[in-house]
């Protein structure tokens, strides 16, 4: 996500001489560079964020709960699955945490509030987002529910088991936690909350979800070159990274959700508000400490099972091991070899998601 930020910066104009030596931004740039008037015209920007609203709202429902309207798409059939998109979502992105299920579940994936057309108002913490998401349950009749959570929407998800152990029945939180170092003044979070809080920069982050998504469409080669070194920590074997890169490629099916993933990135603007609230301070990226402190996972009776990658860049392994998991009672650790924070694309994805699979036949009602 940092390199699409930054991408969103050149694409705008402003100065950014790193990504301009060679890198995987190398032959987007190239790109940009051959046909530049594309991107630049303010109509086909216009057209383009247009066109894909109108696709997005003709995909999707809105209920109209007691916490206010909850935008969401219903897939497959079987118990129930409540699916939370991370930072940059929408519905769209919730799907594709569903893509394993296949027909075992009905997965409901949900635009958490501040994303697509559920507005910030049904809920800006985690806490309040828990509420919501029961209260979409009994607009949609659903008594019980399995939840799955990534990133961001990890914490909601857990907070339906912690608060609604009687409508929750297994819950599976993906990609948790931050890296401290991500937290030092003037680091990764200070500049995410100023590119995200810049009224001027929000044209150049929706051309760039523009150009991401026209680049996927039609070179997801290019588009893996891009996004996947971005999700793993800088001591991420290189050859282990090329070995995965190459592996998303090769595999149809790992090409095909890294497509789908970039779509879900824009437009940009329809997805701001939401993006802030979940990085406007430090405790609403990563909670998990206070709640230990106030014994808030020690109490938790649902079963949980938490998917973590060791080479995340965005979560953060140690914390799952040693904080999360330690104090949930009812938890189970699965770790993760060979990818970063996008945990669904390298060699190793279809191990984990089995255990998902089991986990949640294991405990369905």
Avoid at 219 to 235: F, K, M, N, Q, Y
Avoid at 238 to 266: C, D, H, N
């Amino acid at each position: 996500m940092k390199k699409i930020l930054l991408l969103a910066m050149v694409l705008g104009g402003i100065p950014c001489a790193d990504l301009r030596a060679e890198s995987p931004f190398t032959p987007i740039l190239q790109t940009y560079n051959d046909n530049p008037a594309v991107y630049a015209s303010r109509s086909g920007l216009d057209r383009w964020i247009a066109n894909r609203k109108r696709e997005l709202d003709r995909n999707s429902l809105i209920a109209q709960t007691t916490a206010g309207p909850i935008e969401y798409i219903r897939r497959g059939s079987g118990p129930a699955v409540i699916c939370l998109h991370g930072a940059f979502g929408g519905y769209d992105a919730s799907l594709q945490l569903a893509e394993s299920l296949a027909n075992r579940f009905t997965a409901f994936a949900v635009s958490r509030p501040g994303y697509l057309r559920t507005p910030l108002s049904v809920g800006e913490s985690p806490e309040e987002q828990a509420d919501a998401m029961i209260a979409l349950m009994n607009r949609l009749g659903i008594r019980k529910a399995a939840v799955i959570g990534f990133s961001a929407g990890s914490l909601t998800a857990f907070q339906m088991a912690a608060r609604h152990p009687d409508r929750i029945w297994a819950c599976v939180l993906q990609g948790v936690g931050a890296l401290p170092g991500d937290f030092e003044p003037g680091g990764t979070y200070d500049q995410l909350r100023a590119v995200v809080a810049d009224d001027d920069l929000v044209e150049s982050l929706d051309r760039a979800s523009w150009f991401l998504y026209d680049i996927a469409r039609a070179d997801i080669r290019t588009a893996a070159d891009l996004v996947l070194p971005d999700d793993v920590l800088e001591g991420f074997p290189a050859a282990e990274l090329m070995q995965r890169i190459r592996y998303v490629k090769a595999i149809p099916q790992q090409s095909k959700f890294l497509r789908t993933f970039v779509f879900s990135l824009g437009p940009y603007s329809l997805r701001r508000e939401g993006d802030f609230n979940d990085i406007k301070d430090d405790i609403s990226i990563d909670p998990w400490q206070s709640w230990v402190d106030a014994g808030v996972p020690q109490a938790v009776t649902v079963p949980v099972q938490i998917i973590q990658a060791v080479w995340d860049g965005s979560g953060n392994y140690a914390e799952a091991r040693d904080l999360i998991a330690p104090n949930i009672p009812n938890s189970e650790l699965v770790t993760v070899q060979g990818c970063g924070h996008f945990v669904w694309m390298g060699r190793n994805t279809y191990t984990w998601e089995n255990r998902m699979r089991v986990f949640l036949r294991s405990h369905r009602p």
